[in-house]
């Protein structure tokens, strides 16, 4: 486990999430109307991230369900889940849990 899987994260309560069909959006509602084009859209395994991003569970626990649920290798899932993380802290989606790491 690396330092970054210690980590606990909270969502934004300024992202309206909606689920339509199988598909899952998120919308920054603290954006200008210049930026109303900033609908993110995500795939199975990115919207089950989210799902389980709750300011309890460390990164190391939410990567622990996704390898269990999905077909991805611990290897796969450490890239996928870097670009996934820095997507969402870049549209200020999540942040770490003020204080919340777990101790290894």
Known sequence: MNDKDS??????????VRVI????????IYRSSND???LYT????????WELIDGK?????????????????????DSEMR??????HEMKAVSQAAGKRRQP
Do not use: Q
């Open 7 to 16: 980590a606990v994260l909270v969502k934004n309560g300024d992202i309206a």
């Open 21 to 28: 069909g199988e598909e899952t959006i998120l919308l920054p």
């Open 36 to 38: 109303i084009n900033c």
């Open 42 to 49: 995500l795939n199975s395994s990115a919207a089950r991230v």
């Open 57 to 77: 569970r460390t990164v190391g626990d939410i990567k622990k369900v996704i390898l269990d649920e999905f077909d991805v290798t611990p290897s796969g899932l």
């Open 83 to 88: 670009g996934l993380l820095a997507d969402f």
